[in-house]
């Protein structure tokens, strides 16, 4: 936090004579800046301003009046110098000072020894604050507390808002008294730099070391650093684009070539060994995220009746004070299906989301999902990271690392964590935060008493309502009138139903939709009902929840009754109108009304508009009359037509959203299938966004049931989506399970387009010894099928792929190959790609003049209208050249073409990105007014889409927001 007037604290002096407590607070690590009880203070003229700026580099030290007059006026002072340096005294004094008798006496600003002193303490003055800090974070590093270590460096080096002494006359800020603090500064973000790249947590600093690498443009071990420090954040081609920067700066400046720790650096991205892991966070410490706060709870329910004992228990958990508990609590929900454990934990969680101001996660693991999807705790831990801010392609991989940088994300936040449907306590311990102020809420069929052991988890096991409750719950779905005016039917129902809710909701359900027919008749047909408690209650006989099934079930009719059945074959984990209508092979509308039929008979649920989720024991019993019912022909024609629903979809939006990528050739679609339409590319990529998780659990579910063709034809659908969005872990999982099942076809051309696929996503995630493998396999398979198109666009991904490393001449070899390809094919508009790839690596190299020839070729032959995206990245490219060759004017028309493209298709983090760079375009014409605009309008995109891109934005502004000449 910086300091200024409101957020500082200071000691309370009392002004003699006065009694009255006066608090001062100064700041010198960049303006010299004084307060007086909260109140801003004028320091006087820039000579006036440097008096007091020394005397805090000083503080607490008296200086003498010979060493003031020297850094005031140097060798050559004025014969009033001494005079001026007393009348200075005597305005200072009348600002600190609030009465006379304090002015003579000199409180803060103290005579002594032929000098002057100020008088202050730590916290008074940034600069001794900053020096306590880090000598507390070099204690801490001695005893290997590292990560207090680490926290204490961040907050010394968030006080400098600036060079030190800023603002003052630049022939005296550089003498050494101020210069030597510059040094204290830069030693001090190489040493948080060194720290938090040994510890993983690079995201720490990258801010704090792009200011200082900017003040300090020819600093090789600060610029080593920050290099280091994008690349442990994931961005290597970043990283070695700010080094080729650093190189060309070193030798147009001072004619010398990178040193040694430079080229170290480079090295050691180029061969992989500076790892993402924990570093590849991509988000700012959570203390200074500026992410929304995740609303993750499902809708209350209005008609939540009884458990008072259980919330009771529940809520005696928390401090009585209503304030949010101290350390993680754990408290796990347990109990049979259907005895209401989620709709428990949702009412639980509205009754306390208040005590949680940083928001609330929440997850169904479907541990006990009757088709065996169990949702892996790494797809759990991505989906929180990605509510808590962190972009899709800047979370890292595998487990330990995600949960270790969730674990960070929630150490300084109070937030309320809902996991539901836990299959066992390995589901959940990565899931869990380590010492923050959260609530943890579990449910699971299992009592989960590893959990409780271990990490001492609070068991609450719910019984079935007692008679009491579900004649409560009743009569809020039906009204008091309805239910007393038939106690005996009630009580009837209240026994078959066997205080299960799930099972009283279906039976009011159907009661509440004929409000004249009476509850002797509804009791009487769950008389005559057919079914056992079985699977669905283990051995306790107290009930039948399969008859209050098969009831509800009985009173559909058979259109409704078999889309209820079918949709058991669902991959999950909903399902829209578009695809129930593809499973049951019918027309749209129709399947909409029936599942509007269905959601009010309650054995589905509507969660999200147009979007429905079934309770695992419903599915299971869908599937259990599917298996009855239905013939495996009929289920296995049921899947086809979903599955074709699905890559139908796709393929039409993937059309749109990358209207010239090649696609493979899809084979007739299964009757009764229809896929859904798309008027642009920028409702495309919404469907993608929608469906995301779907499509990932049909891919998975293709491979299990032997539908090897749907699976490689829609991994190879989906790759421009991934790629484009970030989505990288996704992209490489959804690859291989395609390339595996076109290995199993034996389709090659399938298998090369794949390991292209694959070659792309592992570069994506820095695995370049993978990429290159993955690669060469493409360039080999299409060059045996004699595919002159696809050893195209598989050069095209060798020359990116090289880019990434930086060999750049490599690169630029493989692109020229791709576009000698292209061009022999006739195909201009991937050719266009090729001329983009040719160009972007020249600007890489720095032949800007160049590269902007082959961008302007490239985008000759985009259709702007019909490829958006590709007209975008283009413009950008280009605007990024002309800027570098100072055409401002031009760059500015190409940015601001590209950001009306991306705005088109709905695409808004390169929006931020393009927003950016023309911001730095601005800022370079003198417009600060501009810059501001525009890194405003980046910043609230990042917000919520990049954190750590939206601190280094912030960090932009605070430099062109500080007066002139400092």
Not at 94 to 123: K, N, Q
Request: aromatic share 6%; charged share 20%; glycine share 10%.
């Amino acid at each position: 936090m910086g300091w200024n007037g409101e957020s500082m604290v200071s000691r309370e002096v009392t002004a003699s004579g006065q009694g009255v407590p006066v608090k001062v607070h100064f700041t010198v690590l960049g303006p010299v800046r004084a307060w007086r009880d909260g109140i801003e203070l004028d320091p006087g003229p820039a000579q006036q301003r440097a008096m007091l700026g020394l005397l805090l580099t000083q503080a607490g030290r008296s200086v003498p009046l010979g060493e003031i007059v020297n850094v005031l006026w140097g060798d050559k002072p004025p014969a009033s110098a001494v005079n001026v340096v007393h009348r200075y005294v005597g305005m200072l004094r009348r600002l600190l000072e609030p009465t006379l008798a304090a002015r003579e006496e000199g409180r803060w600003l103290i005579r002594r020894s032929g000098g002057y002193r100020l008088d202050v303490g730590p916290d008074e003055v940034d600069l001794l604050s900053f020096r306590r800090m880090t000598e507390e974070a070099r204690r801490s590093r001695m005893s290997g507390d590292l990560g207090t270590a680490l926290k204490r460096l961040t907050e010394a080096l968030a006080l400098w808002q600036g060079p030190a002494a800023a603002g003052i006359p630049a022939d005296v800020r550089a003498h050494p008294a101020f210069t030597a603090l510059d040094r204290e500064q830069l030693a001090t973000v190489q040493e948080a730099a060194d720290l938090a790249l040994s510890q993983g947590a690079a995201h720490h600093v990258l801010a704090q070391l792009w200011e200082t690498a900017a003040r300090h443009p020819l600093d090789e071990p600060v610029q080593a650093r920050l290099v280091l420090a994008l690349a442990a954040a994931g961005r290597q081609a970043e990283a070695l684009e700010t080094w080729h920067a650093v190189r060309s700066h070193l030798a147009d400046e001072l004619g010398i070539s990178p040193g040694a720790e430079l080229r170290a650096a480079q090295k050691q991205i180029l061969n992989r060994q500076v790892a993402p892991a924990l570093i590849s966070t991509g988000t700012a410490p959570a203390s200074e995220t500026p992410t929304k706060a995740p609303m993750q709870l499902p809708p209350d329910l209005v008609a939540f009746a009884g458990r008072r004992a259980d919330l009771a228990r529940a809520l005696a958990l928390l401090p009585e004070d209503g304030r949010s508990p101290k350390t993680v609590i754990i408290g796990v929900i347990s109990g049979m299906g259907g005895i209401g454990k989620s709709t428990l934990a949702v009412h639980l969680a509205h009754q306390v989301a208040r005590r949680f101001p940083d928001g609330q996660l929440y997850v169904n693991l479907r541990g006990f999902d009757p088709n065996g999807s169990v949702l892996d705790p790494e797809e759990a831990l991505r989906g929180f990271l990605a509510a808590l801010g962190v972009p899709p392609h800047r979370i890292p991989s595998g487990l330990d690392a995600q949960g270790a940088l969730y674990r960070s994300l929630l150490a300084d936040r109070q937030v309320l964590i809902v996991l539901d449907n836990a299959r066992d306590a390995e589901q959940i311990r990565p899931l869990l935060p380590g010492n923050s102020d959260c609530l943890v809420v579990t449910t699971s069929r299992d009592r989960l008493i590893g959990l409780v052991a271990a990490e001492g988890a609070h068991p609450l096991t719910m019984d079935p309502l007692s008679a009491d409750e579900a004649r409560e719950m009743l009569v809020r779905r039906l009204g008091v009138d309805r239910v007393v005016s038939s106690p005996d039917a009630v009580d009837e129902i209240i026994a078959r139903c066997a205080g299960l809710p799930l099972a009283l909701t279906v039976v009011a359900a159907r009661a509440a939709a004929h409000p004249h027919l009476p509850l002797t008749a509804t009791a009487g047909e769950l008389r005559v009902a057919d079914g056992s408690l079985g699977a669905f209650v283990g051995s306790d006989p107290g009930g039948d929840v399969r008859s209050v099934f098969s009831w509800s079930y009985g009173r559909l009719g058979p259109d409704a009754a078999r889309l209820f059945r079918l949709i058991s074959v669902h991959p999950g984990p909903d399902i829209t109108v578009p695809a129930a209508a593809g499973i049951a092979g019918m027309p749209v509308g129709k399947a909409g009304r029936l599942l509007t039929g269905l959601t009010m008979a309650h054995l589905l649920t509507e969660h999200a508009p147009g979007r429905y989720t079934c309770h695992d024991l419903l599915r299971a019993y869908a599937n259990e009359l599917a298996h009855a019912h239905d013939s495996e022909a009929e289920r296995r024609a049921a899947t086809h037509r979903v599955y074709d629903h699905y890559l139908r979809t796709a393929h039409a939006a993937g059309r749109l959203y990358s209207p010239y990528w090649r696609t493979t050739t899809l084979p007739a679609t299964a009757p009764g299938v229809a896929a859904e339409t798309f008027e642009d590319d920028r409702q495309a990529l919404a469907w993608f966004n929608r469906e995301h998780l779907v499509l990932m659990s049909v891919i998975d579910q293709t491979v299990r049931e032997g539908f090897d063709t749907h699976a490689w034809q829609l991994a190879w659908t989906l790759e421009r989506f991934f790629d484009r969005q970030g989505h990288w872990r996704d992209f490489l999982t959804a690859q291989r399970a395609g390339l595996s099942a076109a290995i199993r076809t034996g389709h090659r051309d399938a298998q090369a387009h794949l390991h292209r696929g694959l070659a792309r996503a592992s570069a994506r995630l820095g695995r370049y010894d993978d990429a290159n493998v993955h690669v060469q396999q493409a360039l080999h398979l299409f060059d045996e099928l004699d595919d002159r198109s696809g050893l195209a666009h598989a050069h095209r991904c060798h020359g990116w792929i090289l880019d990434q490393q930086g060999r750049y001449e490599e690169a630029l070899d493989a692109a020229g190959r791709a576009l000698d390809l292209y061009q022999s094919v006739g195909d201009h508009v991937a050719g266009g790609s090729a001329l983009h790839a040719l160009g972007w690596t020249h600007a890489l190299l720095g032949n800007h003049r160049q590269a902007t020839t082959y961008f302007e070729q490239a985008l000759a032959t985009t259709d702007k209208h019909h490829n958006r995206y590709g007209a975008g990245g283009t413009l950008d490219s280009l605007g990024y050249a002309h800027h570098h060759l100072g055409d401002h004017s031009q760059a500015i028309a190409c940015y601001e073409e590209a950001l009306q493209l991306y705005r088109d298709i709905g695409d808004r983090y390169q929006e931020a990105g393009t927003l950016r760079r023309l911001g730095e375009t601005y800022l370079a014409t003198g417009d600060r007014g501009t810059t501001r605009t525009v890194w405003h309008q980046a910043l609230a995109i990042l917000d919520a889409a990049d954190p750590l891109a939206a601190e280094e934005v912030r960090a932009k502004l605070r430099r062109i927001d500080r007066p002139a000449g400092r």
